[in-house]
């Protein structure tokens, strides 16, 4: 009762505060006429745009340092077509989106397929790039030389924005458009699975998030930003050369994000406050001032990574009250539910009877290993299969070729009729297979419940901008009532407000289970579900299982307890080196000299 | 003197308990087998003892030396040596190379001592191939240069991760043969854990069955050759110690 | 195109090869043992040709004592960095990158208050040429060139002849092992890092005459030693060799027939190309 009070509570604060920050802002320029610090605001505007922009592409785990590349694509496109080719402002700022746009989506396309730090490198060698092609196409940016006397601003019916105070308005609506553009996109579906592939992009990936696209429309959003931000910056500055997009720019958001606090939004616009204005006080030392750049980086780097605005939440923690984890280490599994319960699935388990997957002679190997050897087998709908083998016998990498995570050199592998050998991960997720992954949890700063109900998102559809603009409520609310039949399943009640990474281990392998249970699959694949379980955990997670079975789920569960399998799977599969070596009951299985011999070694 | 005694040690992996109250006790001279199926924490054990997994409890001794708060580099100072799962020899250099790395604490005497005395004579295959380079070497050959490596440091206690993996049976048998011709002629102590129980139980002077990360059994190989119990934990059964609520 | 001509770019790209092989190395060094991806080896470089230039111009020391001082100096710095920085967060790549990131300002900064922007020219006291056929092979270059090729025999001969390159190269294949053997790999992390920056050093110290030093060269030379390492391979030495003679070669021919700028623009996108083909490079070691 008191939390549910402390929340409502916060929320309204939270919009309190932002209000009035906000109305702090847009009375400024009547207090300050001095235009110099009207034109240092405009300065922390642009760079919270900067920032911000940035931020949305490293949202999804990718660093990329082409981003003053952009800036630069947008700033000579609108100099361009405003001084060259007599177009209005208005066309010159959205051509300049327009173009870095479509430079984003062709880099974006051919490097987004590279990871960690190779796709931080390409991205360098693009910007390296563009700086010397901005330095050789004299004729479009004017080179070393730059271009001079570039127009401001003009608008239809407002007219041309001459003055710092004119300036400031315009930047601040814009930083305010790009604010709460950001702040829609993050808690949009969109902007969530953004922060799923940057959690783990496998696991996000499987979960029926096309990784992929969802990269590319980071990559593209972000770099239209700088593109609009390239536009306002060169029609203010009215200078711009080659110099004026240097690789300091890009380090720029950098430190920016890595002062205020990186993956949020606050942190990104303090950090702008907090740099920008600082070269300015540093007049003095303007030697110095690249050094002291670098020396607070790595200051705050080195003790306090999380930047201001992490440092400061953090401490904000310490003061909310949270379940001690006594509490939650004597939390014991349960599974509540009386017999005959099921869960609706709706119209999901369409596939009623009959072969609901086949696998016809897989193999695939890496390198000179073979890790299947011509794996044949199938499952009816509503079965539960055990596979087991030795170490190395190939289950995982049956696993990750059913569900599409590599194609199998050879064979099919056919799912309800269709042929899904060589989909990517997310289709065959969307066709209905679902895997439990038990310890990777993808939205590691919500609760258990948003999790699950998150675990829904991929599949309720999202429609672009409709999805920005939609009121939430009414999605949440079917959301809601499957998320908590879902949790009730899983014996998840108890900590269903809990963070993932407080949870005893027994219940994160619950919430593994409950989030591809949110898939809606209709078959699911387990991994070793009870390694490393008591007794007693290992009954409610049989239990568990037979229930979700009886809603008429296929199942199939590979581990390595033995005798767990006997006793739930009425048939099983035998792995080892690769190929099936018996299938059968669990007494065909117990009595099958090929087995002993596999098992016990020869 | 012991040569090697672990005193109830538990480790886990995050909140995933790997090895719970593991007691071993080894003496000087002779070879100890741990079996169990996959899972049942035979590679964590092994790791633990030379330093690469850090125990949550409980104890490590050699010798009257406590070892298990040690850096895994003067773990190997004290004469222990590791031949672990999957070979892992030095794929980019050449045979010779792999074996003065093993030697890396020795003087170039002591190692060329070690080479006449020890690798000539029981790996002269290696001897033969010496400039070529290791990952070359077809898996049984891997394996042989992974126990001369260790040797090189000259090793009193060898440990053994699941020597057999990925062998074929004809060098699984002459791998074997190794290890009992350095345990009987070189005095070498050895703690080996093996998921093959038939090699195991081959080589033991003592056995321990490792399974869920707990000691289920211990005995001499004799006793437990015919044993029920270890078939069961490797393959299950109908009855058993274990109970699960009727379907 | 006489063969003259030819033949002078040709010596010319040896020359800045050379230079390029010892860039390179020492970046191969740091990324491919230590996985620690330095933004900042390139400012190595150039803290190097800056004290060489203040060792022989500043205090008018002779040659090779400025080439022992701006060594030693450039191997604290190096221990510095990697103590102070760049080893506590070694456990997070991108930190990692975004710390050397730090670095980068930290250093280009206090060398530009210090010694001011301008660019300076090293004045060797070895002037003159030698004539060799139609061409002339200039002494400095020589000099360049003779002493590059003797670090790099001495560096060879340290990493594939000596216990302590075996250690190495064991410690660059499978860490946990080469503890296993008795190696204490910080010691071995903190050589390796140390050595392969002042590699970086040194070659900018034999080439500090050869270009207009200026403090912001540092991150050009970051992304060549990037170029040649990621042609060459990562992990592999010959492979460093091998990307330092065609990214050296290639410059001198085009930055000769065209233009310096272009030169660095085909260089960038031939290493794009190799990213997304073969990320391993020419010779370099797969799904490393």
Redesign the interface.
Known sequence: MFRLRSLNASRIWKGIIITALWLLGVFVPLFFQDPFVLHLFNLVFLGCVWALSWTILARTGY?SFAHNAFLGIGAYTSVYLVMQLNVPFWGGFLAAGAMAGIFALILGV??L??K???F???T???A??ML??F??AVPITGGANGIRGIPPPIFPLIGSIESHGQFYVLFYIYATLVVIFTARLFTSNIGREFKAIGEDMFVAESMGIDTTRQKVIAFLISSVIAGFSGSFHAHYVSFISDTTFE??KA?ET?IYC?VGGIGSIVGPIIGAFVMVPLPEFLRGFV????????????LI??FF?EGIWGTVKRGIHAFTPTTPTTKLKSLSLSSELADGFSIDFGDTLDFKKGTILECQAISRHFGGLAALSKVSFSINSGEILGIVG???AGKTTLYNVITGVFPPNQGTIIFKGRNITGLRPSKISHLGVGRVFQ?RILYTESSVKENVARSFVPRSGFNGIKDLLSLEKKKHQWVNDETQQILTLCGLDPVAEELPKNL??GF?RLLGFAMALATKPELILLD?PV??MS?EE??II??ML?KIHKSGLTIIIVE?????????CPRILVLNYGEKIAEGT?EE??NNPN??EA???? | MIELEVKKISLRYGAVPALTDVSITLEPGKIVVLLGPNGAGKSTFIKSIMGLAPINKGEIWHRNERIDRLPVHQIARLGIGLVPEGRRIFSNMSVIENLYVGGFLRTKKEIETELIETVQIYFPRLIERKRQIAGTLSGGEQQMLAIARALMSGAELLLFDEPSLGLSPLMVKEVAEVIRKLNKEKQVSIIMVEQNAHLGLQLADYVYLLDGGRVKMKGTSKDLSKSEEIIRAYIGTGGGTETHRTL | MSLTLLGQIFFNGIVISSVYVLLAVGFNLVWGILGIFNFAHGHFYMLGAFMAWYFISGLNLGFFAAFIFSGICIFIGAAIALKGLLDPLKENEFVCVIASLGLVSLIEGLVSAIFGGEARIVNLPVTGVMKLGGLYLSYPRLATLGISLAVFGVFLYLVYFTNFGRALRATGSDPEMAQVQGINISRIYFITFCMGTTLAGMGGIVACHMTPLMPHMGIDFSLKAFIVVVLGGLGSIPGAVVGALIIGLLESFIGSIFNPTIAMIVSFIVVLIILLVKPSGLLGVEGR
């Open positions: 660093i051919i490097i397929r590279l960690g730090i190779f931080v490198l390409s360098f060698c693009f390296q790039i010397r092609v330095r050789l690789m300091i380090i950098v890595v030697a110095y001032q690249i050094a002291l750049y670098g020396l607070i980086l790595i780097l080195r990574p030795p170490n190395g310890t005893p281990h994160q070793e390694t490393g007794i290992m009954n049989g239990d037979e390595h307890n033995v005798n767990f399998v006997m006793r739930l669990p299985i117990r087995v002993i098992f016990l070694g020869g």
